[in-house]
Structure formats: C-alpha cells, structure tokens
C-alpha cells in the first residue's frame, strides 16, 4: 500500500510537470493552462487564503483527518485539528511580512504597505480559531496593530517597532504547535508545499500575456518562497536524517523554483514562463514525495 502511494503521488506530479511542459509549445496552449489555474486561485474572501494550496493536507470532515475534499474541489482543512495547516499559514502571514520589510527598508514603501496589512485582513479570519483552540491570543492584536500601523508608515523605523511585536508573536503562536505531528517530516513537506504552491498561483496571477499586470502577487510569491526557505532550513537535520537523498533532491529543486523570483523588485518582464513555474513546483512535490508517506 506504502509503494502504492508513493507511484500514485510520483504520476501525479509527473503528469503535472508533462501537462505544463506541453503549454508551454505555444502561445495558444497557455490560455486555457491560464484559465483552468486560475480557476483555482483564491480570491481573499470568507475563510482567508484557502484553496488548491491546502490540498496536500488532508481533509476534515469534522470529527478528523481523512477522506475528500470538500464541496467543488475546495479542502476541508481545520487549522483546529491539523498542525501543519496551523503552520502553514502562519508561515503565508510571516512571508506577507517579509515583503512588507524588504519592500519598505529598500524605499519601495508605496509596495511594502499593503503586504502589513494581508495577515490580518487575508489569513487572521481562517487562523483565529486555531490560534484560539491553542491558547493564543497575542497574535491577533499585534496584526490588527500593525494594520492599522501601514496606513501612517512613511519609512521603516515608522513600523519597525510594531513589526517586531508582530513577527514574535508568530514565532510564539508557531510553537504552539509542538506535537511529534508538527514536527514530522510529512508536515514539513506539506507546509512547504503548500507555501510554495500559494507562491506559484500568485505568480500566475501577476503575470498576463509574458508581461507584470499584478505586481503585488508577484511579491506575495517571492515572500512565500522565502518564507518555504526558512521553514525548511530549519528542518533541515529532522529530514536530512529521515532521507538524505530525498532532501538532496528537494534542495536542488527548491533552488530552481527560487528562480522565478529573483527580487523583491520585480523584472521588466518575467524571467521564468507561469508553465515553467508550475512544473517547477511540481518537480520539488517529486523530491519531497518520500518524506509523505513513511
């Protein structure tokens, strides 16, 4: 059954590497890879950032993990009974976070702005009752703070004091989540998958006929992915020791995906095609696949 897993997950990505090498033959193969994605990119609505993203998690039909997703695709996730999607959106909220202070220390205020507010406003709403559940009430006052904190900042020291408040309170929220399930590598591998999924799909979103036309998503995926990063770095011994080969694999793989966003700036025009980006991804799903069913 434990190989049987493993070379259905192995087909699937394999599937989707092929599918978005084969858009990228042509112009025309892109718009309906464009439209079918997209389809699936969350919109920020009732539930904050939920969607594709979450499904490496699995479903909470209520009384536990397992079974389908739910209604039209969407996962029925719990940030109550699920550690790693728990973590996983405190991560999104610190990568928001990381594309406000770069944007803002390198002068690009106007940019970093709204990325202060995206935690409270975009994730806060699906994380609150996990947060709660776990006796953490701290996080939630800092990100309004800090919200209402990006309307008057002009420069960095202008929020820095309010940034700090607010990032400790992630890492504190963070460890909350200390069972042996929040600390296992197919949490890890989860996390960052679905980081890194988020990532991709607000690639997609800022990118439109080869050129920028959101650059704020774009942001979004660069903070993301550096958010991923850090995460696995600090995972690294925990599953160096479960599968040197598989974490072998997934750095060089993460290190091409890191490729599509090479600053906080965006390019003129991008340097990686939305195909190339999704395949990307989906070659570190491979490399990461073994960590998902030991």
Known sequence: MKDQKIKLWMGI??????????????????SGHDEMMKSSHYD???????????LYFPADNGGGEGGEGGESGSPQVSAVRSDGVYIAMIEMMQGHMMAARDLIRSGDVADGRPHLTH????????????????????????????????GRTNQWSDVEAD????????????????????QAPATVARVVLSLTKQAVLEYDGSVEDGAFVAIH??????????????????????????????????????DELKQVWPAFDAPEKPVVAVPNAYAAQARLELALSPYLYQ
């Open 217 to 254: 998503e774009y942001q979004d995926g660069r903070g993301f992915v550096l958010a991923a990063e850090e995460y696995l770095a600090r995972h690294k011994a925990r599953l160096q020791a479960s599968n040197k080969e598989a974490w072998r694999h997934a750095m060089t793989a993460f």
């Open 44 to 54: 920020g609505g009732e539930g904050g950032e939920m969607g594709e993203a979450f």
């Open 163 to 182: 940034f700090e408040k607010a990032w400790r309170a992630t890492e504190k929220a963070m460890a909350a989540a200390s069972g042996d399930d929040a």
């Open 119 to 150: 935690p409270w406003v975009e994730i806060y709403p699906a994380l609150e009752d996990g947060l709660r559940a776990r006796g953490q009430s701290e996080l939630g006052k800092a990100l309004e703070t800090l919200s209402a904190t990006a």
């Open 13 to 30: 990505g394999v599937a989707t590497i092929l599918s978005s090498s084969g858009a990228m033959a042509g112009e025309g193969g892109e």
